[in-house]
């Protein structure tokens, strides 16, 4: 089908303001024609709240464009440019099969990227046909919408469509491509792009840029956007310090719910502050700090007890990206990253804490809090605990249903922790109801996820995950309906696997 700019009814209301940044950082073009696409998922509540119609972007018409057979009016395609270091090995990279499609605003005035994943080969690919799965695509589907009813900032999932084209991976797939919702794709890649291959004007515009877009209250009290080397320092430092403060607390987020991101490359660290790139991410069961899903991730490099670590490094390699901005002497550039730096640790703890005492339903702080959660963990290792479920016992106010309960050194843990809640102020009642908002659940459990993909992608049976998507939309609510998602896999002497690029 050709591409044409025909209006549609939907509500598009594009944008491009990542077009008018220096060429260097995309490509323009059109995505790649698809045979025969269908709609076969649609996120009626985000398309109302970008300002579409729901039911219009049910049609034929509207499912083109999420094939990339037809353009909105107003959009402008592009593959952005980014790098990466990925598993520690710095590469050139770029959206070898996405195209952004233009930026939503919405009737409030927000700006959220369109982007369609498995839109087809560009520039970027690197020897990739540039098209996705449906098994994937409906994977981040599910897990971006889980992430986003658990409270975690997160780019979310618009539809997915089938393309009626198969490809071609171990065996031959249905082809399918991802409407994914952001709010920007710019990455720590994007900066260690424009570093490597750029000059400081480029890096002092994609600075601004990411200012104004991410954080425009930081932005108007500083000087943004103005001449000279001190405005270039002042942005530079502010967006440094601004990015470091939305991703501890990202980071923390992750961690209380035990999600594992799996590939926390620098080119899948969003500035924004959002959780970016479903691959072979997954959530635990049996709490171990050590625990990893990805099939590639042999030496457990991005484990869930690495993660802060992890984001640590990931922005040191962004603040190295800015040094020719921060000062013209290195070492003193140096010097003021490092202090900006010092300050993630710091802030990871309070909120990681902050959020770990509220899943105990503690409201105040002792000194010896920290120390009362680390046995809690250390017990739920030692005998392979559900994250998960044992919280919620605890939260239920039912520990007889943890998994530990029988055991003697939980029994002492447990006169520790209520005798803790009887040192504070608030009630009973008020330190449960707090739990109850702090511990899920639900969680996408793996094999829950997996039924919900094998039924779709293999019997066209979308049933399965409609149900699912049901019970994770409200995480907290604490409900009996909500029993039979809460329990664990059959045992099984495979671990469980996610892979990516698929």
Known sequence: MDINNKPLSAGWNFDNSYAALPDMLYTKMSPKSVRAPKLVVLNERLAESLGLNAEALRSDDAAD???????????????????????????????????????????????????????????????????????????????????????????????????????????????????????????????????????????????????????????????????????????????????????????????????????????????????IDYGPCAFMDVYDPATVFSSIDSNGRYAYGNQPQIALWNLSRFAETLLPLLDDEEERAISIAEQALGEFGVQYHEHWLRGMRAKLGISNAEEQDEELVQDLLVLMQKHRADYTNTFRALAEDEPEKTSLYEIEEFQRWQERWQARLDRQVASREEARQMMRSSNPTVIPRNHRVEEALEAAAERGDYSVMERLLAVLAQPYAHTAEQAPYCTLPDPSGLPYRTFCGT
């Open 65 to 275: 464009v999420f094939a990339g057979n037809r353009i909105p009016e107003g959009a402008e395609p592009l593959a952005q440019a980014y790098a990466g270091h990925q598993f520690g090995h710095f590469n050139r990279l770029g959206d070898g099969r996405a195209l952004l499609i233009g930026e939503q605003i919405t009737p409030s005035g927000e700006r959220f990227d369109i982007q369609l994943k498995g839109s087809g080969r560009t520039p970027y690919s690197r020897g990739g046909d540039g098209r996705a799965a449906l098994g994937p695509m409906l994977r981040e589907y599910i897990i971006s919408e889980a992430m986003h009813a658990l409270g975690i900032p997160t780019t979310r999932s618009l539809a997915v469509v089938t393309t009626g084209e198969p490809i071609q991976r171990e065996k031959e797939l249905p082809g399918a491509i991802l409407t994914r919702v952001a709010a920007s794709h710019i990455r720590v890649g994007t900066f260690q792009y424009a570093a490597a291959w750029g000059g400081a004007e480029e890096l002092r515009k994609l600075t601004e840029y990411t200012l104004l877009r991410h954080f425009p209250e930081a932005a108007a009290n500083g000087e943004v956007g103005g001449e000279g080397k001190d405005s270039a320092r002042g942005s530079s430092l502010l967006l440094l310090n601004e990015v470091i403060r939305r991703q501890a607390k990202l980071i923390a987020q992750w961690q209380h719910v035990g999600f594992i991101h799996g590939v926390m490359n620098t080119d899948n660290m969003a500035l924004s502050g959002e959780t």
